[in-house]
Each structure stands twice: as structure tokens, then as C-alpha cells.
Nanobody, 125 residues
């Protein structure tokens, strides 16, 4: 049973930073795809950032240059460093994962079979 547990969300002012963390427990490891998706008020869920075991990383265009996705050497912890946050970044952020044969695209993360409970990020102006 795969479990994903997010932490690190909070409330910040525009221009601030947060670092999200996702603890991955189960048979997933560094070789699999892991990413972050978010759901903002009144909007559909959208992929934000994703990486795979080959080192491929992709970001949603709106967060490029501000967000950085990474994982530890074991693949058991996934991070999302978010800098220069804007009000538009407000939403619930979910860690998502998929296994062998996964596609490391932000659109694909929206359909990954495993997802955590989420952590809330609120950015005020």
C-alpha cells in the first residue's frame, strides 16, 4: 500500500517562500515518477511539477523559475521549493506518484493513481 503524506504548507505574503515535503511510504522508489498537483479555489486540479528516476523534470509554465522539485537519494522524500509566491499559487497541494511506465509530464501527474491528502498553501497580497 503506497502512502503519501504532505507537509510544509502555510500562509505567506506574496513574494514569500515555502518548502513542501512529501513522505513516500510503500513500494515506490527513486525510479518512479513523483510530482505535485494543486487545486485552487474554483479551478480544476492541475499539475505543477514532476520528476522521474532518469532525472527528467518538468514544470507548469507559470511556476518555471520559481518552483524547484527534488527528491532525496532514497526516493522516499519529495520536495517542492516555492519561491516568489503569488496569490495565484494559493491552493491545496498534493503529492502524486505513479509506477513503471509512468510519464513525467505535468499533465500526466493529474491522473497519477496515488495521491496524498494535501497541504494548504495560502498566499496573501
Amino acid at each position: 500500500q503506497v502512502q503519501l503524506v504532505e507537509s510544509g504548507g502555510g500562509s505567506v505574503e506574496a513574494g514569500g517562500s515555502l518548502r513542501l515535503r512529501c513522505a513516500v511510504d510503500g513500494w515506490y522508489n527513486r525510479r518512479h515518477c513523483k510530482g505535485w498537483v494543486r487545486q485552487s479555489p474554483g479551478k480544476e486540479r492541475e499539475g505543477v511539477a514532476v520528476l522521474d528516476g532518469d532525472g527528467d523534470i518538468n514544470y507548469k509554465e507559470a511556476v518555471k523559475g520559481r518552483f524547484t522539485i527534488s527528491q532525496d537519494n532514497s526516493g522516499n522524500t519529495l520536495y517542492l521549493q516555492m519561491n516568489n509566491l503569488t496569490v495565484e499559487d494559493t491552493g491545496m497541494y498534493y503529492c502524486a506518484a505513479d509506477g513503471y511506465g509512468c510519464r513525467a509530464t505535468v499533465i500526466a501527474t493529474e491522473s497519477y493513481p496515488y495521491r496524498g491528502q494535501g497541504t494548504q498553501v495560502t498566499v496573501s497580497s
